[in-house]
């Protein structure tokens, strides 16, 4: 039993909050490392198509693409993260996601190396974020699925832009 801000928070409680985790999860590789987002963010999964960029915009803005008339705006996951960047392979694609904002929803597309799979992560393969100080801002992270002798980072992609970031996004589109 742990208190945290006034609350009170038991085994069971961590338990509930990680099975709630549980489900299908669309995995992508982003420089040799295993990621995952909640299948029902994911909208599609296309090639990589022509992007145009879109001025004075952060570096991981990769600028908007044109899908079926809609103009979605894109981010490189790996500038996003701070990796280092990659000259785009056959493998590459961009994953279009609904991100939830302060007042509704919009489509925003991540470029990541390569998709993997679609797996069902059960609970209790699912830890919560392991705490690395409070100088890393981790709240992007749902959890971290173990499988097979690895791990996977599931992203809370809601929380992979912040607020700012998502303005600035809304106004590349």
Request: glycine share 10%; hydrophobic share 40%; aromatic share 6%.
């Amino acid at each position: 039993m742990i208190e945290e801000g006034g609350e009170i928070i038991t085994e069971t409680t961590i338990a509930a909050a990680i099975g709630s985790k549980e489900g299908k999860y669309l995995t992508f590789s982003l420089a040799g490392e295993e990621y995952g987002i909640g299948i029902l963010k994911i909208k599609e999964i296309i090639g990589m198509m022509p992007i145009t960029t879109v001025p004075r915009t952060s570096d991981y803005v990769k600028g908007v693409i044109n899908l079926r008339g809609k103009v979605i705006p894109v981010t490189d996951l790996r500038l996003k993260f701070g990796m280092e960047e990659m000259a785009y392979t056959e493998r590459t694609c961009i994953i279009v996601v609904e991100i939830k904002n302060h007042t509704d929803s919009v489509l925003i597309g991540i470029v990541v190396d390569s998709v993997s799979e679609v797996l069902y992560i059960k609970g209790a393969e699912i830890e919560e974020t392991p705490a690395f100080g409070d100088r890393l801002d981790t709240d992007y992270i749902l959890g971290m699925a173990k499988m097979n002798g690895g791990v996977k980072i599931l992203l809370d992609i809601d929380n992979v832009l912040d607020g700012d970031e998502m303005a600035c996004m809304d106004k590349a589109a």
